[in-house]
């Protein structure tokens, strides 16, 4: 009699955008029990593992090619309002859920969750996180996402932050589990390549003027006819046209149409993975990037040009060894990163990151073993916050129970020809309005 197959692990992943899809659902491939963390986020060894993607309808839903491009498969992928997720949610059968979502998206899904799965014997553990550095709005981040099993600190410095936070508000801070980064990996720097190359990293809303960003631009290209030898690569987030986290107004490749970039200067897109490949200098603002080039022991740069300021969030990279200007990278400069500010963050240089997410996958694995799991409860209430929980609740069509208000979105069927072709045409007049619209009224104010 031939050995019976074990049951996969069935993951559902909640994304909101690119960004959030792809620490979704690279984080639901590194904490699915099972398989080592080494071949879990291999696409072509998710054994074990059945992956459930949920898009979250909005302005910021991404592209075919922006899923793509994370490498992760899909064995389901549909977009949904909120109020459809929550009856799907109620019908499937899921042993994991990730939340990868803004705060108020998780804040309202947990409320929803514990109405739709009240009186049920099994319910999915409830995973939620940050998708990377986490700079601001800490306490109001971190409540709206508080109820879910597991809270997911990407490195032993917000471990630490995350429990003060909880265990300053009463809270149960036993949800929060120190991982890291879902998407660092890659071959370790090895030397200079031919060319020499320089990568810009570039951010969707940092910074967000049309000045700063023609000054970044404008250094970028002086630095590539500074260096002729060199390689000189602007890593953007998007295409044209596609939506991103965060909506661009003044996008880079519009920008650097006015200007006149010497041969060795270049747009590339794709991932940051395969850009890293060829990278010998990464530079950026406080992009991501940046911890996955220092992952990778590749020379990386947090540039000073425009301040040390938390709404940049440069800030996040003092004592990191890697702050610079503009003017000391055109004279040659090479940072050298602080080892132990790396380690802190969860970028883990020394082959410790193969077992970053083994107590993750061991708290789960408890999880999905335990008779049955108590119900939701976020620390947000209406009780606790009649304020503020409402309005949190309302945005995605939720009354104060949980419960779809009156009027919500339809949910019972799939949005026909006609819906789909106004939502996309409703999203592009989005986009045109911050991008073009926008920033025209601003300068007219400024007369």
Known sequence: MPPSTPKPTRIAVLADSDTR?????????????????ETAAR???????????????????????????????????????????????????YDVLVLALVGGGVQAMLHGLR??????????????????????????????????????????????RFRAVYEGVGADASSVTEVALPFLGGAAYEGEHDPYTVVFAVQPSVPDSRRDRIYLLDRLIRHARLHPEREVLLKLRSKPGEHTTHIEEQPYQKLVQRLDPPANFRLVYGNMGEVLDRTDLLVTISSTAALESLHRRIPTVVLTDLGIREV??????????????????????????????????GVATDGSYETAFDM???????????????????????????????????RHHLGPDGSPLPGAPAHDREPGPVRQIVRRAARGAYRHGVQRVAPVIRRMGEL
């Open 43 to 93: 696409e072509d060894a998710q054994v074990g593992l059945e992956l459930s993607g949920f898009l979250l309808r909005g302005r910021a839903t991404p592209t075919a090619r922006q899923l793509a491009e994370v490498g992760v498969r899909a064995d389901s992928l549909r977009e949904v309002t909120a109020v459809e997720f929550l009856r799907a949610m109620a019908e499937e059968e």
């Open 360 to 394: 993750a996958r061991e708290r789960i694995a408890k999880l999905l073993a335990a008779p049955e799991l108590p119900p939701l409860a976020p620390y947000y209430t209406p009780a606790t916050a009649p304020g503020y929980l409402p309005g949190i609740l309302a």
């Open 115 to 160: 109405r739709v799965w009240e009186g049920r014997e099994r319910r999915p553990a409830v995973v939620t996180g940050y998708v990377g550095v986490v700079y601001e709005k800490l306490a109001d981040g971190l409540l709206l996402r508080h109820g879910a099993d597991l809270v997911l600190a990407n490195s032993r410095q917000d471990a630490e």
């Open 21 to 37: 899809w792809k620490w979704g659902a690279l984080t639901a491939a590194r904490i699915a029990p099972g398989p080592s963390m």
């Open 312 to 345: 940049l969030g440069n800030h996040h990279f003092v004592g990191s060894g890697c702050l610079a200007s503009w003017d000391q990278l055109d004279a040659g400069h090479r940072p050298a990163a602080d080892e132990e500010w790396v380690a802190r963050q």
